[in-house]
């Protein structure tokens, strides 16, 4: 149980587009989700947290206009990278946690590699 | 406050040898410590957690050690395999808060 799901998994796009990804709980509801950046050999960074039905959290730092997150349901999430340029080319990764009843786990999703030409 | 800060960098250990990854916080807030496996090109995987009101689990070859007054917390690996080779992240939180994540160490398991 508690699998994460991210699509797509790779995405190439050209500098200016915006691109999409969808981050999905697909046995458990997840009131919570997350979206994280990793660069090469370092560590996660939280971008930002959001609740169903209601508006992200951003990090500092994280420009809310350039990255908008959507959390439209219980397990879907989405990201969206607006105008994309190659300084946004990262490993772009989920994490759902479940409702009531748990700790404060958070299970990842396997990732989506965005490249910026 | 809110850091966490793992240690070492990276570890390279025989296979049947014991790795150990340390971590270490100054928030006593804290009361959730998970540790997290990370595969190259995936996302992390929870192996393990531990609250504070404890000073020891074990899941399998994994185990922590909780050392509450010292504030730092650490993950033993039994009779590593090269199959263990990742990158182990710690982290802490204060329930239901965002996770503080460590900066890793990249573990290298030979034959």
């Known amino acids: 149980g508690a699998v994460v799901s991210q699509h797509p998994s790779r995405v190439i796009c050209k500098s200016g587009t915006s691109v999409k990804i969808e981050c999905r709980s697909l046995?458990?509801?997840?009131?919570?989700m997350f979206w994280y950046r990793q660069f090469p050999k370092q560590s996660l960074m939280l971008m930002a947290t959001?609740?169903?039905?209601?508006?992200?959290?951003?990090e500092q730092g994280v420009e809310k206009d350039k990255f908008l997150i959507n959390h439209a349901s219980l397990t879907l999430s989405t990201l969206t990278v607006t105008s994309a340029h190659p300084e946004d080319s990262s490993f772009y990764i989920c994490s759902a946690r479940p409702g009531q009843g748990r700790y404060n786990e958070q299970f990842f999703g396997p990732g989506t590699r965005l490249t910026v030409l | 406050q809110q850091q966490v800060k793992q240690s070492p960098q990276s570890l390279i250990v025989q296979k049947g040898g014991i790795p150990i990854i340390n971590c270490a916080y100054e928030?006593?807030?804290?009361?959730?410590f998970p540790w997290y496996q990370q595969f190259p090109g995936k996302g992390p995987a929870l192996l393990i957690a531990?609250?504070?009101?404890?000073s020891e689990k074990k899941e399998g070859r994994f185990t922590i050690s909780f050392n509450k007054s010292a504030k730092q917390f650490s993950l033993h690996i039994m009779d590593s395999q090269p199959g263990d080779s990742a990158t182990y992240f710690c982290a802490a939180s204060i329930i239901p808060d965002k996770l503080i994540f460590g900066t890793g160490t990249r573990l290298q398991v030979f034959p």
């Open positions: 531990i609250r504070p009101d404890v």
């Open positions: 046995d458990f509801q997840a009131t919570t």
């Open positions: 928030n006593t807030a804290f009361d959730y």
């Open positions: 959001s609740n169903e039905g209601s508006k992200a959290t951003y």
